[in-house]
């Protein structure tokens, strides 16, 4: 069973970066798409970015042009990188992994179903 890991969370203050890693734990294990998905207690979980194997990337509307992010295609690493962030992106940030062969699409920040979730990381941005 592929297992996900995040790091890479932590406290910044409004208009600092992080940059999020989410490991898988089978590097042979072709995926097709990964993507990262954030969730607060009030807004629930909702998608923040995706990038399919062959490059293509999709981001929410919140983030586009703050968020960056990226495949390790070898590794099976997804990273983001969280520039110029607001305290409203403090919440826990999970990734997600699409190994299985079914049809997909991707827009708004994800690629639909996914096969496996990380636990997440939190990340917490102060004003």
């Known amino acids: 069973e592929v297992q996900l890991m995040e790091s890479g969370g932590g406290s910044v203050q409004a208009g600092g970066s992080l940059k999020l890693s989410c490991t898988s734990s089978?590097?042979?294990?072709?995926?097709?798409?990964m993507g990262w998905f954030r969730q607060t207690a009030d807004k629930g979980r909702e998608p923040v970015a995706a990038?399919?194997?062959?490059?293509?990337?999709s981001y929410a509307a919140s983030v586009k042009g703050r968020f960056t992010i990226s495949l390790d295609n070898a590794r099976n690493i997804v990273y983001l990188q969280l520039n110029s962030l607001q305290p409203e992106d403090t919440a826990t940030y999970s990734c997600?992994?699409?190994?299985?062969?079914?049809?997909?699409?991707?827009?708004?920040?994800?690629?639909?179903?996914?096969?496996?979730w990380g636990q997440g990381t939190l990340v917490t941005v102060s004003s």
């Open positions: 997600g992994a699409l190994w299985n062969s079914r049809p997909y699409g991707i827009r708004g920040g994800t690629c639909g179903a996914l096969d496996a």
């Open positions: 089978d590097s042979t294990t072709i995926m097709h798409c």
């Open positions: 990038i399919t194997r062959d490059g293509m990337s």
